[in-house]
């Protein structure tokens, strides 16, 4: 058992310490921001992650998992700290760095002894380096308050993170010291024993490997959507081209779902990052750069593909089927929709959006802004679609899988479904009567 710390408590944080905690730790998990902390100590999570509730409950009553406020007390009372606070896309498309600096600086100020310090915040290349000397310079060669630092990114997806946070596919550990790492090794026993591999390297290698697996994840999601464009146009069909691709045990059947384009808080960040760090080492990543136009240019085609079906949209009510970047989450952040609805909106159309979990934060994007009263909010997806003239399947949540269309064409104005997220077959949609488009089919 390790008496561990996590400092932020935002998904990567929060799951990171719940599970700690259940592999058998003494975990507290500290945030800055005490609202937070109050609301957790209350028994409420503050993001929506499917089955964190239950093991944050679970180690609280165990008395495994506490939450404090004070870094002091987080530093103090742990012999192990990992950071987790964000790093979000700054002005100039790099990590910006402020949450993580003012984190390794009140762990430096709070030290009591020897610690090892963990990163989980993606961070750009060099930065466990830096830490390192910055901690080394601090303790002045004095062995009471020397902290090892050790990289150990992490992989996990919004909607699935407590499943991910146990079934690894691999744990990496970069660092200097073969002694922190392991004690990672030690701390990570539960899946060492269940065969995860573990691949320990240096810090450099194990910042890179995080942004170049997000970047490789979404070059295989904008090249099967280039593809997809190119199956519209000469008469192929996507999801059988990707999945014979999927065959080919080198590809992988898996991220070759076309659809409207990537989104949330990793891809579009650290692909942006690492552009930016092949440009401070001159080291040009055209592919990456590619990625993110293509990208770019997949959500704002989607848009298209809707107007194209309209002579005029104006005063025309569209109706958007999902807000989040994807389904099981409340994130919205570069959510395909957030393009799709401002374009359309643009052009005169009306919107009524829906979506299970993603309404609220929805809303406070748009708040303030033009595009606010153009969009009506419900929470049924049936009082969505009601009078509109076209539906529009944004995110794949499961509810929209099932949709009954006998009752829904009582009410709409159109019967034309935009399937950008490939969930129905065409021949399907077609023998209820309506217009089917989908992407790449
Ligand atoms: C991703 C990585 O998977 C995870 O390892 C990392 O830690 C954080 O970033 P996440 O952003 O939660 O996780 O979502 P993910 O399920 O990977 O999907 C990312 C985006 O790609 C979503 O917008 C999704 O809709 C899109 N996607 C995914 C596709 O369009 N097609 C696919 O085949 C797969």
């Given at each position: 058992?390790?008496n561990?710390?996590v400092?932020?408590?935002?998904y990567?944080?929060?799951v990171t310490?719940a599970c700690?905690?259940?592999f058998?730790?003494?975990v507290?998990?500290?945030d800055?921001?005490?609202?937070?902390i109050?609301?957790?100590k209350?028994?409420?999570?503050?993001?929506?992650?499917?089955?964190?509730f239950e093991v944050?409950?679970?180690?609280?009553?165990?008395?495994?998992?506490s939450?404090?406020?004070?870094i002091?007390?987080a530093?103090k009372?742990s012999d192990?700290?990992?950071i987790?606070?964000g790093t979000?896309?700054g002005?100039?498309d790099?990590a910006?760095?402020s949450?993580y600096?003012c984190?390794?600086n009140d762990?430096?100020?709070n030290l009591?002894?020897?610690?090892?310090?963990?990163?989980k915040s993606?961070?750009p290349?060099?930065?466990?380096?830096?830490a390192?000397?910055?901690f080394?310079?601090?303790a002045?060669g004095d062995e009471?308050?020397?902290v090892?630092?050790?990289s150990?990114?992490?992989f996990l997806?919004e909607?699935s993170?407590?499943y991910d946070f146990t079934h690894q596919?691999?744990?990496?550990?970069g660092?200097?010291s073969h002694e922190a790492i392991?004690v990672?090794?030690e701390?990570y026993?539960?899946?060492?024993?269940n065969e995860?591999?573990f691949?320990?390297?240096?810090f450099?290698?194990?910042e890179l490997?995080k942004?170049s697996t997000?970047s490789f994840?979404?070059?295989?999601?904008?090249?099967i959507?280039?593809?997809?464009n190119?199956?519209?146009?000469v008469?192929a069909?996507?999801?059988?081209?990707?999945k014979?691709?999927?065959?080919?045990?080198?590809i992988?059947?898996?991220f070759l779902?076309?659809?409207a384009?990537?989104?949330g808080?990793?891809f579009?960040?650290d692909?942006r990052?690492l552009?930016?760090i092949g440009?401070?080492?001159n080291?040009s990543?055209?592919?990456i750069?590619?990625?993110?136009?293509?990208?770019?240019?997949?959500?704002?085609?989607?848009?298209?593909?809707?107007l194209?079906?309209?002579?005029d949209?104006?005063?025309?009510?569209?109706c958007?089927l999902g807000l989040?970047?994807k389904?099981n989450?409340?994130d919205?952040?570069?959510s395909?929709s957030?393009?799709?609805?401002?374009?359309?909106?643009?052009?005169g159309a009306?919107?009524?959006?829906?979506?299970?979990?993603?309404?609220?934060?929805f809303?406070?994007?748009?708040?303030?802004?033009?595009?606010e009263?153009?969009i009506?909010f419900?929470?049924?997806?049936y009082e969505a679609?009601?009078g509109?003239y076209?539906?529009v399947?944004?995110?794949?949540?499961n509810?929209?899988r099932?949709l009954?269309f006998n009752?829904?064409?009582?009410?709409?104005?159109?019967?034309?479904l935009?399937?950008?997220r490939?969930?129905?077959?065409?021949d399907?949609?077609e023998?209820?009567g309506?217009?089917?488009?989908?992407?790449?089919?």
């Amino acid at each position: 058992m390790y008496n561990i710390s996590v400092i932020g408590t935002g998904y990567v944080g929060l799951v990171t310490g719940a599970c700690l905690a259940d592999f058998g730790h003494k975990v507290i998990c500290m945030d800055s921001n005490s609202q937070k902390i109050k609301e957790l100590k209350d028994g409420n999570i503050p993001i929506y992650e499917p089955g964190l509730f239950e093991v944050v409950e679970r180690n609280v009553l165990y008395q495994r998992l506490s939450f404090t406020d004070d870094i002091s007390y987080a530093v103090k009372n742990s012999d192990v700290i990992f950071i987790a606070v964000g790093t979000p896309q700054g002005d100039d498309d790099r990590a910006d760095m402020s949450q993580y600096i003012c984190c390794i600086n009140d762990i430096a100020n709070n030290l009591d002894g020897s610690k090892i310090v963990v990163n989980k915040s993606t961070v750009p290349v060099g930065t466990g380096r830096k830490a390192q000397d910055f901690f080394d310079e601090k303790a002045n060669g004095d062995e009471s308050k020397k902290v090892r630092v050790v990289s150990n990114p992490e992989f996990l997806r919004e909607g699935s993170a407590v499943y991910d946070f146990t079934h690894q596919d691999r744990v990496v550990l970069g660092g200097d010291s073969h002694e922190a790492i392991g004690v990672l090794k030690e701390i990570y026993r539960v899946l060492y024993l269940n065969e995860t591999p573990f691949i320990t390297t240096n810090f450099e290698t194990a910042e890179l490997i995080k942004y170049s697996t997000n970047s490789f994840l979404a070059m295989k999601i904008s090249f099967i959507n280039e593809i997809a464009n190119l199956c519209d146009k000469v008469g192929a069909n996507v999801q059988v081209v990707a999945k014979a691709l999927g065959q080919d045990g080198r590809i992988s059947p898996k991220f070759l779902h076309a659809g409207a384009g990537y989104g949330g808080s990793c891809f579009p960040k650290d692909t942006r990052a690492l552009v930016a760090i092949g440009e401070d080492y001159n080291s040009s990543l055209n592919i990456i750069k590619t990625v993110i136009y293509t990208n770019e240019r997949q959500k704002a085609l989607m848009a298209e593909k809707i107007l194209h079906e309209y002579e005029d949209i104006k005063d025309k009510k569209i109706c958007i089927l999902g807000l989040t970047f994807k389904p099981n989450t409340d994130d919205i952040r570069e959510s395909p929709s957030i393009t799709i609805i401002k374009r359309l909106i643009d052009e005169g159309a009306k919107i009524s959006a829906t979506d299970p979990e993603g309404i609220e934060n929805f809303k406070s994007f748009f708040k303030g802004t033009n595009y606010e009263n153009d969009i009506e909010f419900f929470k049924d997806e049936y009082e969505a679609i009601d009078g509109s003239y076209g539906i529009v399947i944004a995110t794949q949540w499961n509810q929209y899988r099932m949709l009954d269309f006998n009752r829904i064409s009582k009410v709409v104005n159109r019967k034309i479904l935009f399937d950008l997220r490939n969930i129905y077959r065409r021949d399907d949609i077609e023998n209820q009567g309506y217009e089917y488009i989908g992407v790449g089919q």
